[in-house]
């Protein structure tokens, strides 16, 4: 997990606990290895986690796209 998505973990769990927020769901986009970044963020509070397994680049627009299709 880099320092911003860490970041970013805690943030969400604020909001949560501050009740602005119900729910704290991280998306991992990537091979099967993602899943010890997705552990990492759960332990860390996070209530959830998905894995949208994808092998190769993943730009921004994609990523975007991914996450739509999640949400």
Known sequence: VNP????A???A???KEAG???????VG????DV????RYAMA???DSAILVR?????DSDLASRILEAVY
């Open 54 to 58: 994808y092998e190769g680049a993943c």
């Open 4 to 7: 911003f998505d860490e970041i």
């Open 9 to 11: 973990v805690e943030e």
């Open 44 to 46: 860390m509070g996070a």
């Open 35 to 38: 899943s010890t970044q997705l």
């Open 13 to 15: 769990i604020k909001l």
């Open 20 to 26: 602005t927020a119900t729910e704290v769901v991280v």
């Open 29 to 32: 986009i990537g091979p099967e």
